[in-house]
């Protein structure tokens, strides 16, 4: 059991670019969430896949976002034209089998906007 | 909608000391109960998790029990350690559409001092 990885582990970029981060999930997990987190804050859930299919975007999840989870394995997270707002922690997790499973969560990517 | 709150933070104790992290939930229907912790610089970590009224989880020496009729699940440890100076995150699963998305307390952070 590798855990769940993600990538960059930092991202550092000027307002109005463009990013996109990588999640791997535990290999034989089905089920893969993505949550932002910001200072001193619980993370707020931002996105729902089963398998390769996107099953829920919550209203946090601007038209500026998008992610991906192809072939339902690692999954993507982009954000186009970047707003001071974006900098947080974007975690990802992953459970398997049944609704119910514990999430297990990587180490997250922080976002600084300059 | 469903929510989680928790005691602010910190909670700054000396070695040895009894800890008590109050949480309280508001949800529709019958949740899952979890604690996660968060190290500096990582991802959360689940410590221990409840799915049902009275269920008692527990780990590395830390205990919560589920309680339906005062909506609570407090975290407690008899013995804190140095090592246990990180955030502490309340958690509970909102189903939705088949599967469970995580809705978390703000946290709170702990210090422990020789």
């Known amino acids: 059991d590798t855990g769940v990885s993600q990538n960059p582990r930092h991202k550092i970029t000027k307002r109005g670019q463009n990013v996109t981060f990588r999640c791997d999930p535990i290999s034989e997990h089905n089920r893969l969430y993505w949550y932002r987190q910001t200072l001193g804050q619980g993370p707020e859930f931002l996105t729902y896949f089963q398998n390769e299919a996107q099953l829920e975007k919550s209203r946090l999840l601007s038209d500026r976002f998008s992610a991906e989870r192809p072939k339902g394995s690692f999954s993507t997270l982009e954000i186009q034209r970047t707003e001071q707002g974006d900098s947080a922690m974007y975690l990802c997790?992953?459970?398997?089998?049944?609704?119910?499973?514990?999430?297990?969560f990587g180490d997250g990517t922080r976002l600084s906007i300059l | 909608g469903d929510s989680v709150t928790q005691m602010e933070g910190p909670v700054t104790l000396s070695e040895e000391a009894f800890l008590t992290i109050n949480c309280t939930y508001t949800a529709t229907g019958y949740p899952s109960l979890f604690w996660y912790v968060q190290y500096p610089g990582e991802g959360l970590q689940l410590l221990l998790k409840a799915t049902k009224a009275d269920d008692k989880g527990s780990n590395k020496g830390f205990e919560a029990t589920y309680r339906k009729e005062t909506t609570s699940f407090h975290l407690e440890k008899g013995s804190v350690q140095v090592s246990d100076s990180a955030v502490y995150f309340c958690?509970?699963?909102?189903?939705?559409?088949?599967?469970?998305?995580?809705?978390f307390g703000a946290g709170t952070r702990l210090a422990v001092h020789p």
């Open positions: 997790a992953s459970s398997g089998g049944a609704s119910n499973q514990p999430q297990h």
């Open positions: 958690a509970l699963t909102a189903v939705s559409g088949g599967y469970n998305k995580l809705i």
